[in-house]
Each structure stands twice: as structure tokens, then as C-alpha cells.
């Protein structure tokens, strides 16, 4: 290609982007024609645990994907006989919970109310709980992805296959989610110097960065939380009464040798449930991650503004029955030749009181949150 007809085409793309800033304006990181979508997540199940409600309203600032939590909601749930119930904001903000006891229903059909400090008001259909059935077994496999590196953690894992019953009914629907819990030794770390603050509870940096890492233990039990990234989702409409054996329901990785703990819920969900994550799904194959799925495609199924018909929602009203098993993964056996565990390690060293200190503290709290916890997890070896 001749250098001149370069020059032109360089010339005409950065025009073209002159043209389009000029056209789109951006005012305080603000773009002029973006939209924020209000966002409503509500989990109402048979597992007291498991019931909340998280309302968000999406950024809409270019340099900001965080959702930002919409606080001091009214929000009410009514079951079938008329029954309503309060969810209040917890000490997480934008998220709402029932009043101790309280549990959905198999057979019973529930709706949401939401009405914000604004006075715009959303109401959901009525979605109603269908039984889930036991987990029978687990058995896990480990695998190897020959596709990928021995340094890249997702070439081995151990694959989670179950087995259950599927009800004689037609049209049910099953989602499969899971948590693990590991415990803990270092809740903090400090780098380029810093040290802790026991007072603001954050790590202060030095006027001059340095190459020092300082490591704070937990002042008492704390695990870790990781739950699963991935959606997965299945309809009985070929299987319909029978025994399902085999069903990939997680894959865990191999990042050590102790017993890795998982907790596999086994969820009955709504037809309307099941075809709003379906979506996600498709959509996430075709675009590569959940976090690049078009919002057009995540506008709720069950979930409308009273308030402004035209508003569109992103988010589900789920409505499930669950069945848990605790399950205990030795990550010891049946390993191939040749692949070993990649284990993370920490750099620098644990901070301790200097000797001869005084009212010197040197650990720090297991802070509450979704991804830690100090509450011994169910069934803890």
C-alpha cells in the first residue's frame, strides 16, 4: 500500500474519532445518552439462608462497572394467602433480608413489592415453589485440559458429577450452585511498606514506598468464601421421571493437597427462572464472560415498574426449593503423572508485636462479609 494512501487513512480515523467526541460528548466521566438500569436479584427458598434481596442501580459512568447499592427501600414479599413480610437492609447496603424464620413454601407462590426513596414502584408476577429432590450421590474425576499450560491453573481440576431422581411431573427445572469454604491464617496484608492500622482498620502507606510486605494474622477463626462463576442449568424435558446419573454439576481446582470442601446445592427453579439464566447462558458462549452479556438480555422476565411501564429491570424474581450435601474432596488420589498442584504462596513476613511491647496488638478481625466468614461452616472437619 502506497505511504501516502497510510497517511490519508490514519488522517481519517482520527477525524473520525474527533467527529465522534464532538457528536457524544463526555462530561465528568459522564457520558450524555448513557443509562442506568435499576437492578433487582431476589432469592426467596426453603433455606432460610438463602433468602435475600439485592437492589442495585447499574453505573452509568464510563470508568465505573461497580453497581451501586440502592438503600432504604421498602420491600415486601406476599405469599398466596395474603400473607406479607418485610425484607430490611442488612449491614451489607442494598441488601435486604427476612425477619428470622422466615422460609418459603413448596407449593406456596410468592410476589415482590419494591417501592425506593424516590417513590418508584416495582412489583413482580407470581412465581410459585416447586420440591427439589435429594442429591442421591457424588463422585469426582479428575481431569486434565491437555489445552492448557502446566502453570495455568485451569488445566486440572476435579469435575463434580451427581445423581438424582427426577420427579413424574413435567417441566421442572434444576440449577446447580456451590460454595467452599477454606480457613484462614493471614486476614491481611500490607505492601510497599505499609503497616496497619488497628484504629481505621486499613493498611498506611510510608511517604516513600518500599518493597516490604507485612502479613497480619486473624484474631480468631476465619475462612475464606469462593462460590462458583458459572451458570448451570437443566431441563427435564428429555428426561422426564427418570434417574439422572452423572450430571457435571462443578469443577474444583487443584490448587493443593487438603480436603477441599464443598457444599453443592441442588435447586428446583421456576420455568421463568430457568429461561432468563438459559439467556445468559447463550449469551456468555457467544461473547466469551458473563460481564460482557449485553444488558438487553438480562431485562427481567417476571419483575416491572409500576411506577414507569416503560422502565426496563434488569434481574430475576428466583423462586426455588434446594437440597444441600457437604461433600469432602481428596485431592490426593488418582493423579496423573507429571501434573502437581498449583499452590499459591505469600510473600514477606507475619507481623508480631516487638518483644517487650506493650498493649501491642498484632492480629487483626475476620470481617463478615460475602467472601469471609467466622461462622464455623456446616459440617466443618
Known sequence: MPTSTIKYLFFACVMGL???ACINPITDFKQIDATSYMTIEADISDDAELCKIRITSSSNRILSQNPIPVNKAEVYVTDQTGTKTQFKEGTLMGT????VGFVGKVGYSYTLSVKTLTGKQYASVAETMVGAPEIENIVTQFEVRDQYAKVDLRRTGYSVYVDFKDSPKEGEFYMWNWKHFE???ICETCEGGATWNFKTNVCVSPRVPTEDILNYQCDGNCWAISTNNDLNVFSDVLTNGQRLVGRQVARVPFDGYSPY???LEQRSITKTAFNFYQSLI???????SLFDVPAET?????????????EKILGILNVFSVR?????????KNIPAGEFAIQST???EIYTCPPGAVNCVDKVPCVESAYRTKITPEGWK
Request: aromatic share 16%; hydrophobic share 35%; net charge positive.
Open 346 to 348: 505469600f510473600s514477606g
Open 324 to 332: 444441600k450435601k457437604i461433600y469432602f474432596i481428596d485431592r490426593t
Open 261 to 263: 470442601y464443598l457444599r
Open 18 to 20: 474527533l467527529t465522534w
Open 96 to 99: 435486604y433480608l427476612p425477619p
Open 183 to 185: 480457613k484462614l491464617n
Open 282 to 288: 447463550s449469551q456468555v458462549q457467544s461473547s466469551g
Open 298 to 310: 438480562r431485562f427481567s422476565m417476571n419483575i416491572k415498574s409500576v411506577s414507569d411501564p416503560a
